[in-house]
Antibody, heavy 120, light 113 residues
């Protein structure tokens, strides 16, 4: 059974940093791309970042480019999202999502999410 | 960026009746090299993460009830729930994976009339 468990969310002041983690199990981790998708309170879904199965290729939304980095550790079956220079509009639930067989950007399993709140 | 526009924003349907949600793309998301449309549909129930329903515009994910179907090609797509059940109350999103940034529609809320 595929499981994705996010952690690392919390309350941070504007300009601060936070690192999110997503622990994966139930599938061959280094075979699949992993993604972060966020959802601001009461709003829709916004793709944030993707990392390929090998970790060689990454993609970012323009809204986080240059501020966020994504990485993965195959020894821990974990994907990370390092978030720097955080702003109020980064406030959201951040979901980790597994890329599917069809495409890295078909999100076939999702974690429960971790809430990030940016406020002074 | 590819913009996906869903309609309606919300709809109320009687139990057992058909629900239809539309998704229009600002450009074609059909790849002629493999004859596929790069569109998915997700269902998000209150307090839960999204769940994949449909990919390649019309391929149902394993375990998804057959009352859910996807259709369309190019720029116009439809998600149909053939006979609405109480457990289908949710927000539904389309998403394109034709090119980055991967983008979502704004969502359609489905309720029981």
């Amino acid at each position: 059974e595929v499981q994705l468990v996010e952690s690392g969310g919390g309350l941070v002041q504007p300009g601060g940093s936070l690192r999110l983690s997503c622990a994966a199990s139930g599938f061959t981790f280094n075979t699949y791309a992993m993604n972060w998708v966020r959802q601001a309170p009461g709003k829709g879904l916004e793709w944030v970042s993707t990392i390929s199965g090998s970790g060689d290729n990454t993609h970012f939304a323009d809204s986080v480019q240059g501020r966020f980095t994504i990485s993965r550790d195959s020894s821990k079956n974990t994907v990370y999202l390092q978030m720097n220079s955080l702003r109020a509009d980064d406030t959201a639930v951040y979901y980790c999502a597994k890329g599917g067989d069809a495409s890295m950007a078909v999100f076939d399993f999702w974690g429960q999410g971790t809430l990030v709140t940016i406020s002074s | 960026d590819i913009v996906l526009t869903q309609s309606p924003a919300s709809l109320a349907v009687s139990l057992g009746e058909r629900a239809t949600i539309n998704c229009k793309s600002s450009q074609s998301i059909f790849y002629s090299s493999n004859n596929k449309d790069y569109l998915t549909w997700y269902q998000q129930k209150p307090g839960q993460p999204p769940k994949l329903l449909i990919y390649w515009a019309s391929t149902r994910e394993s375990g998804v009830p057959d009352r859910f179907s996807g259709s369309g090609s190019g720029t116009d797509f439809t998600l149909t729930i053939s006979s609405l059940q109480a457990e289908d109350v949710a927000v539904y999103y389309c998403q394109q994976y034709y090119s980055t940034p991967w983008t979502f529609g704004q969502g359609t809320k489905v309720e029981i009339k």
